[in-house]
C-alpha cells in the first residue's frame, strides 16, 4: 500500500527558500504508474496544486507559481522534494504531497498528512 | 475567486440527502475533462471520493456518488451521518490555465 510522508522546516522565514520532503514508501518512486505532485492549503483557503513530476523527470507546474517552484526527485532515497523560493506570508500554508495517475486526467491518491510551513520572521 | 465554483456550505440533518455542486466552465469541465471529489477533515489527510466523475474507490460508502453534465458537476450525500461532517472539493483540468484546478471548498455541516 502506497504511503506518503512530508518533512520539513515548519517555519521559513520571508525571502528564502521553503523546502520540503516527500518520503514514498510501499513502491518505487522509479514506477511508471504515478505522477508525484505537490499541493498546499493556505488557512481558510482552498487547495492549491502546486506542481507535479513524473519518474521520467518530466515537470509540470501551477503558471502561478512556476518561476518559483522546483520539484525534484531523489531516488536513492524514494523521495522527491519542493522547493519554493522567495517566499513571503502568503505562502503560508499546510503542504500536501500526493499521487496522481495524470496530470489532464488524474487524481490526486493517496496524499499525505500534510505540513503546516509558517513564513515569518 | 477559484476556477471551479463550489458553494462555500450546505448542511442537513442526519439521514437527509444532500448535493454540492461544481460549476466551471467550456476550459474545464466542459471540455470534457474529469472531475473528482475529495473530502478534508481537520488533522487528517484529504480522502479521494468520487474519481472521473461517478467512480467511487474501494472503501468508499455508495452513500456518495457523482455526477457531471455540461460545464457542471455535483456530489450527493445520501442517508447523512454526523461524520460526514467534513470540507468537500472538486478537481479538474483547465486548459486555458494549463493547470489542475480546484473548487473554492464547500462545508458540510449535518445539523
Known amino acids: 500500500q502506497l504511503q506518503l510522508q512530508e518533512s520539513g522546516p515548519g517555519l521559513v522565514k520571508p525571502s528564502e527558500t521553503l523546502s520540503l520532503t516527500c518520503a514514498v514508501s510501499g513502491d518505487s518512486i522509479r514506477s511508471s504508474t504515478y505522477y508525484w505532485g505537490w499541493l498546499r492549503q493556505p488557512p481558510g483557503k482552498g487547495l492549491e496544486w502546486i506542481g507535479s513530476?513524473?519518474?521520467?523527470?518530466?515537470?509540470y507546474y501551477n503558471p502561478s507559481l512556476k518561476s518559483r517552484v522546483t520539484i525534484s526527485v531523489d531516488t536513492s532515497r524514494n523521495q522527491f522534494s519542493l522547493n519554493l523560493s522567495s517566499v513571503t506570508a502568503a505562502d503560508t500554508a499546510t503542504y500536501y504531497c500526493?499521487?496522481?495517475?495524470?496530470?489532464?486526467?488524474?487524481?490526486?491518491?493517496?496524499w499525505g498528512q500534510g505540513t503546516l510551513v509558517t513564513v515569518s520572521s | 475567486q477559484s476556477v471551479l465554483t463550489q458553494p462555500p456550505s450546505v448542511s442537513g440533518a442526519p439521514g437527509q440527502r444532500v448535493t454540492i455542486s461544481c460549476t466551471g466552465s467550456s476550459s474545464n469541465i466542459g471540455f470534457g475533462y474529469d472531475v473528482h471529489w475529495y473530502q478534508l477533515l481537520p488533522g487528517t489527510a484529504p480522502k479521494l471520493l468520487i474519481y472521473g466523475n461517478t467512480k467511487r474507490p474501494s472503501g468508499v460508502p455508495d452513500r456518495f456518488s457523482g455526477s457531471k453534465s455540461g460545464t457542471s458537476a455535483s456530489l450527493a450525500i445520501s442517508g447523512l451521518q454526523a461524520e460526514d461532517e467534513a470540507d468537500f472539493y472538486c478537481q479538474s483540468y483547465d486548459r486555458g490555465l494549463s493547470g489542475l484546478v480546484f473548487g473554492g471548498g464547500t462545508k458540510l455541516t449535518v445539523l
Open positions: 500526493a499521487t496522481s495517475t495524470g496530470i489532464s486526467y488524474g487524481w490526486f491518491d493517496p
Open positions: 513530476l513524473y519518474y521520467s523527470g518530466s515537470t
